[in-house]
């Protein structure tokens, strides 16, 4: 049941999932976390290539205050998206140079073109192989082929999901929702989603 939600439904909170398999609230958060953390090594192990969109937002933290970058006490989190094709979610220590590069450098294979914003962290990707783009939201936000649109949307859809699902995630799991979250979004790309789940689910799930 917990694996058809995942594959079918919009997703499901341990307490929904408590009172519809009659386990105790301990066990559903438990089950469901184990499927994350599965679904999180099978998106550790995605590699984007083509035209592949980066962009960053930040989730937790305070309501009330500044936004975006800069804020205090969210999580930054950067999205990696191959247009028509997979996308990655994953939490970072911060936006800097160096943390964007890494994570780009680990999902995206060299001779890519990358699409990103005006953010400096992006800077000097060209060095690494890749065919650098930027968008310059001051000026467009779409020009031509140029555009993060695919990222933004799904931090769209994340984001509302998090506040009608779960309310709000602890930064200790938010890579495991974001996974959740991410290989939902991916399973656009597969005839049989609830088999695709289980397939991703197995392998990690044994060890």
Not at 29 to 55: C, F, P
Not at 96 to 107: D, N, Y
């Amino acid at each position: 049941m917990a694996l058809y939600e995942i594959a079918h439904g919009p997703g499901i909170s341990a307490r929904h999932l408590q009172v519809r398999i009659s386990v105790s609230y301990k066990t559903a958060w438990r089950m469901l976390h184990q499927i994350r953390r599965a679904l999180r090594e099978e998106q550790l192990s995605l590699v984007l290539t083509g035209v592949v969109e980066a962009d960053e937002t930040y989730l937790g933290g305070r309501r009330k205050g500044p936004r975006g970058r800069g804020a205090r006490g969210k999580t930054p989190v950067v999205g990696l998206a191959q247009r028509a094709g997979p996308l990655v979610a994953l939490t970072l220590p911060d936006v800097s140079r160096k943390s964007l590069h890494a994570s780009i450098r680990s999902h995206v294979r060299p001779g890519a073109r990358l699409v990103t914003d005006e953010w400096p962290g992006y800077s000097r990707l060209r060095a690494h192989g890749y065919r650098h783009h930027r968008v310059l939201h001051e000026e467009t936000y779409v020009k031509g082929q140029k555009h993060t649109n695919t990222v933004e949307g799904f931090w769209s859809l994340l984001k509302r999901r998090i506040r009608a699902i779960h309310t709000k995630v602890s930064q200790k799991y938010l890579d495991y929702y974001l996974a959740e979250a991410s290989f939902r979004y991916n399973l656009r790309l597969q005839p049989d989603r609830l088999k695709a789940t289980f397939q991703a689910c197995l392998v990690p799930l044994r060890g």
